[in-house]
């Protein structure tokens, strides 16, 4: 067992962990910013880990996939980010505010310039 | 036999999504549930070794048909209870 | 009266469906002398194509695939005939929001990246999995993330006519060449090549390129017509 196979399966691991707890926040948490928040950020993680793992598995045998593993993470880096972003700004577009707890007023202040958006649109 | 269980679970999951698509009233949660019998088709083509279909299925399946039949929902009505009543469902046009 | 006569008429239509399939022998191997191991050997030995289900889409039944590009055009035609509405037609609201600054940024970042994946696809359509068709789609969906991300952004509808004008025209004269040189429509007239490289498999490369082609160009205005009814 060489040491880019051991690399790579410590990579996959990690990765499965992520996805796993993504996959458990999706059921646990409450409102739909958290559930973005689980999901994105660890199916962006986990998908990562678990590419580059194939690629660190496969890099003896043929290092063209450790490229296109590169390619594939740089991609997923952009693209899942930027469609959770749209996902949760359409979600707060519709008026779904986040569930806030703290007692703190100020902690959702964009909530205010969002109704007056909505408002001018209106008018 | 992992890959039947796979396949059995995948298949399973697919009829679900299309008893849920024909079920449900409103659309917006239809179209989503015909992505998501593509987006299994999808996977299941790529198990049973015919990638040429898979890619067709991915691009054109789960991106393009969704995204169309979503532009259709936004210009017309979401629930589907609305278009039995004629004098509500006006043209976006107008 | 009505319904004996929907009985009668499926009746009739059960009656020739079932003589259809009765003659079919279902989950018997139908093609075990027929024309499988035939394709199965001239692919590589002949055609120097190492993707099977290319060399059959475009060579052995090229002319289905001419058919169907010609039934995908008249499917996005008749849907142009049917949203086109005059440009003066004022008071419709738009169907886009605008998006934020990260949405627009990044799929200016993006979409490069998905018109060169879709070109690969369809460039390496005789070696690897996928094809005209296939390219052609991912490159419509590249377009549709910019026409979402920018609301102003806008595709010359003259452009993509010309293009898959141009495609359609290229393929079917590279099938009468074929005809010219080989007697029959879409033989093979370009040296074969080696197999497994780049520039093999003589006029299959050059038809899916064309193929890829004409669905980007039906794909993107489709889309476009949809979104953007008033122009």
Not at chain 2, 44 to 73: C, K, R, S
Not at chain 3, 54 to 75: K, P
């Amino acid at each position: 067992m060489s040491i880019f196979e051991i690399i790579g399966a410590v990579f996959l691991l990690i990765g499965s962990i992520f996805l796993f707890l993504g996959g458990l926040g999706i059921f646990r948490m409450p409102d739909v910013y958290n559930r973005l928040q689980a999901g994105t950020k660890a199916t962006t993680l986990g998908g990562m880990s678990l590419i580059l793992g194939v690629g660190f598995l496969m890099v003896e045998t043929n290092w063209a996939w450790m490229v296109k593993a590169i390619i594939i993470v740089i991609f997923i880096a952009f693209s899942n980010p930027i469609s959770s972003h749209a996902l949760a700004r359409a979600m707060y577009k519709r008026k779904r505010y986040p569930i806030i707890t703290s007692k703190d007023e100020n902690m959702d202040a964009y909530r205010e310039v969002n109704e007056n958006e909505k408002k001018e649109e209106d008018a | 036999m992992i890959y039947l269980i796979l396949i059995f679970f995948l298949l399973i999951l697919m009829v679900g999504a299309a008893i849920y698509a024909v079920v449900q009233k409103d659309l917006l949660y239809a179209v989503i549930a015909t992505g998501v019998i593509s987006l299994v088709l999808t996977v299941l083509f790529y198990i049973l070794q015919a990638p040429d279909v898979a890619l067709t299925e991915a691009a054109i399946g789960v991106a393009l048909t969704t995204i169309i039949f979503l532009i259709t929902i936004r210009n017309t009505l979401r629930h589907e209870d609305e278009y039995s009543n004629k004098d509500k469902f006006k043209s976006p046009t107008k | 009266m009505r319904k004996f006569l929907v009985i009668l008429i499926l009746a009739v239509l059960g009656f020739y469906l079932f003589e259809a399939f009765s003659g079919l022998g279902l989950g018997f191997p139908r093609f075990e002398h027929g024309v499988k191991d035939y394709y199965l050997d001239k692919t590589v030995s002949e055609l120097h194509v190492a993707n099977t289900v290319t060399s059959i889409v475009v060579s052995f039944r090229g002319f289905d695939t001419l058919g169907e590009v010609t039934v995908l055009f008249l499917a996005v035609s008749a849907l142009g005939s049917v949203l086109y509405k005059r440009r003066h037609d004022v008071g419709s609201r738009s169907i886009l929001f605008a998006s934020s600054g990260i949405v627009r940024s990044g799929s200016k970042l993006l979409f490069p990246a998905i018109i060169l994946l879709g070109v690969y696809i369809f460039i390496h359509g005789h070696l690897t999995p996928g094809g005209g068709f296939q390219g052609g789609a991912i490159i419509a969906t590249g377009f549709l993330l910019m026409l979402l991300a920018y609301e102003n952004f806008r595709v010359s509808h003259h452009v993509l006519s010309y293009v898959e004008s141009l495609a359609g025209i290229i393929f079917v004269v590279i099938g009468l060449l074929g005809f010219i040189d080989g007697g029959t429509f879409l033989q093979n007239f370009l040296p074969s090549g080696i197999l497994n490289e780049l520039f093999s498999g003589g006029v299959i490369g050059i038809i899916y390129v064309m193929v890829g082609f004409k669905v980007a160009a039906e794909l993107t205005g489709l889309i476009y017509s949809v979104l953007h009814e008033k122009d």
